[in-house]
């Protein structure tokens, strides 16, 4: 990633949370970078300047945007799931 210019698409204050919407833009072919996530281990305060950030380049922030928007329908993928562990 050219790190001259990246982007911060979302923050936080749970290092889990932020590990999984890192996963979620690799998977989609999207490089990015938690900033802060050591700090935040050694040092678990709450406050501004320790805040998890998910940087991407500049050329794929909008990308990423749209799927960090993107919701999660939990019934429709209950309902998907049922279908497809239906026995015959």
Not at 49 to 54: F, G, R
Request: net charge negative; with cysteine.
């Amino acid at each position: 990633m050219d790190k001259s210019k990246v982007v911060v698409v979302k923050k936080f204050t749970n290092a889990g949370e932020a590990m999984i919407y890192q996963t979620l833009l690799a998977s989609n072919g999207i490089e990015c970078e938690l900033i802060n996530e050591t700090a935040f281990d050694i040092m678990p305060m709450q406050n501004e300047w320790l805040e998890i950030k998910l940087v991407v380049a500049e050329k794929d922030a909008e990308a990423a945007k749209a799927i960090l928007a993107a919701k999660f329908d939990q019934q429709e993928f209950e309902t998907e799931s049922a279908k497809r562990h239906k026995k015959p």
